[in-house]
């Protein structure tokens, strides 16, 4: 197994700091199995959600939130950071960043090929990144999310239909 991990993105934490709290979101959600069309890209039901997504954080932007975290954990988070590196691309988002904040080094070791591309495709152009451990623990994902939540301002929480996210998700909105 190769591992490619970018080691040269920068370490955001002192960055965040500085960026005041009220322009950062957290876009956080569930793996594709717990959604409905699951891990199939081709169904209308994935089209729909991530057109949603698109429009929920294109508002966000609008509202001032420049600075969007995701985990880039499979699923939403993964989904939600390649609509805001594709936002990226054009001029009026041209102040949109988008900050990875990993669990731990081997955190795509398992992903299936094609999600792990992605991952390194998007992890490759983020505007910085902040890992949580090297190595995984039970706590890393616990940890990385309380990191999350402690640094944003808003969370965009995305879950199956009749679901409420855990924890500190409730302060965002839920689509």
Not at 5 to 22: G, T, W
């Given at each position: 197994?190769?591992?490619?991990?970018?080691?040269?993105?920068?370490?955001?934490?002192?960055?965040?700091?500085?960026?005041?709290?009220n322009?950062?979101?957290?876009?956080?959600?569930?793996p594709?199995?717990?959604?409905?069309?699951?891990?199939?890209?081709?169904?209308?039901?994935?089209?729909?959600?991530?057109?949603?997504?698109?429009?929920?954080?294109?508002?966000?932007?609008?509202?001032?939130?420049?600075?969007?975290?995701?985990?880039?954990?499979?699923?939403?988070?993964l989904?939600?950071?390649?609509?805001?590196?594709?936002?990226r691309?054009y001029?009026?988002?041209?102040?949109?960043?988008?900050?990875?904040?990993?669990?731990?080094?081997?955190?795509?070791?398992?992903?299936p090929?094609?999600?792990?591309?992605?991952?390194?495709?998007?992890?490759?152009?983020?505007?910085?990144?902040?890992?949580?451990t090297?190595?995984?623990?039970?706590?890393?994902?616990?940890?990385?999310d309380?990191?999350?939540?402690?640094?944003?301002?808003?969370?965009?929480?995305?879950?199956?239909?009749?679901?409420?996210?855990?924890?500190?998700?409730?302060?965002?909105?839920?689509?």
């Amino acid at each position: 197994m190769t591992i490619r991990y970018p080691y040269f993105l920068p370490d955001i934490v002192q960055e965040l700091h500085r960026i005041p709290k009220n322009q950062i979101v957290a876009v956080v959600g569930d793996p594709p199995k717990k959604f409905a069309f699951g891990t199939s890209t081709e169904n209308p039901l994935y089209e729909k959600l991530i057109a949603t997504m698109r429009k929920e954080i294109i508002k966000l932007y609008i509202q001032g939130k420049t600075v969007f975290l995701s985990s880039l954990e499979r699923g939403v988070p993964l989904w939600g950071a390649s609509i805001i590196q594709e936002l990226r691309q054009y001029p009026q988002f041209a102040e949109m960043e988008l900050v990875a904040v990993t669990s731990h080094q081997y955190q795509s070791a398992y992903y299936p090929p094609k999600d792990e591309a992605i991952f390194f495709n998007i992890l490759s152009a983020c505007s910085g990144h902040k890992q949580i451990t090297v190595m995984y623990t039970r706590e890393t994902g616990r940890q990385r999310d309380l990191f999350m939540a402690e640094a944003a301002h808003t969370i965009l929480a995305v879950t199956p239909k009749n679901k409420r996210p855990a924890g500190a998700a409730h302060k965002g909105r839920v689509i």
